[in-house]
């Protein structure tokens, strides 16, 4: 893992918008004790930021689908104004933890049109799990991490749940506003199918053992409370619990972020598995 203050491909022509909220979002890191990684994740890199060098346990951010759609229209530059799951990962007091970018996002080399579709139809395209996957494979070889535990913010929650079904060493699972169910969530809005993406819901009898947490927002207008709701009716789980809060898509989650990891998250990575479900 190459560690540097500056990603190497920020040297690409890029927007200054990027590269801007990169570098700040690299000084807050330092301030918490990250430090930006420089992550191969073919066939793309993501940008990342780390806390820790070793440890047992990572804990893995996925960030949300950031600036994706500008008024209607994809955007060239997913990179997101506020990046929600860095805001949560910043507050996490685990010894080790991986921030982990999309793809674009922070990383002007693949922006453009020429990666448009990976923020938008393809956002869980098979090569997106395979990505991000084989960027946590790099990080546990570098830190000998054994266990891995997932927490993704609305479209990162999605890809939470395609990479807990894809590996062994899943010891939780949570999500925030997570993006479930991509079939019904763009049929409930009348929109034009994901056909380039993997549907999350399409891989919950692979995680029925897995111990997980869907937080998701009474006031959500963005992902319905109810999609959490069909996901958790839609196997038998073994431990698995929905937690709604007074909270919108986009605000509030950072400030209730410490109390839920200390009376549940925290708790939940020590959670054996095959114990009760519940609600």
């Known amino acids: 893992m190459v560690l540097s203050s500056l990603m190497p491909l920020f040297l690409v022509a890029c927007a200054l918008d990027s590269r801007s909220l990169w570098e700040r979002e690299v000084r807050r890191g330092w301030n918490r004790g990250f430090e930006p990684a420089d992550l191969p994740a073919p066939p793309f890199r993501l940008a990342a930021l780390l806390k820790g060098q070793s440890g047992t346990d990572l804990v893995v951010y996925i960030e949300g689908d950031g600036r994706a759609v500008i008024r ?41 049109a020429r990666y448009q579709a990976f923020w938008t139809n393809n956002r869980l395209a098979p090569e997106v799990v395979e990505s991000a996957n084989y960027a946590i494979d790099e990080v546990k070889r570098q830190t000998g991490a054994v ?112 109390i839920l990891l200390k009376e549940r998250v925290l708790l939940l990575r020590q959670a054996p598995l095959n114990t009760t479900l519940t609600h």
């Not at 507050?91 to 693949?110: E, H, I, N």
């Not at 609305?154 to 807990?164: D, F, I, K, N, Q």
């Not at 069909?230 to 038998?236: E, G």
């Not at 007074?246 to 950072?254: E, F, K, V």
């Open 72 to 112: 209607g229209r994809p955007s060239n530059d997913p990179t997101p104004s506020m990046a929600q799951s860095l805001e949560l990962a910043l507050l996490d007091p685990s010894p080790l933890v991986l921030y982990l970018a999309r793809v674009g996002q922070f990383m002007p080399a693949y922006s453009g």
């Open 147 to 258: 266990r891995v535990h997932l927490v993704g913010f609305s479209g990162g929650g999605g890809l939470a749940v395609l990479l807990a079904a894809k590996r062994d060493d899943v010891g939780s699972l949570v999500t925030l506003a997570g993006l479930l169910d991509i079939d019904w969530w763009v049929n409930s809005n009348g929109w034009l199918p994901l056909t380039g993406s993997l549907n999350p819901a399409s891989v919950v009898s692979r995680l029925v053992d897995i111990p997980q947490i869907h937080f998701y927002g009474f006031k959500d207008q963005v992902i319905a409370p109810a999609m959490s709701q069909r996901f958790a009716d839609s196997a038998p789980f073994q431990n698995l619990s929905r937690i709604g809060l007074d909270l919108d898509h986009y605000s509030g989650w950072t400030s209730q972020w410490p």
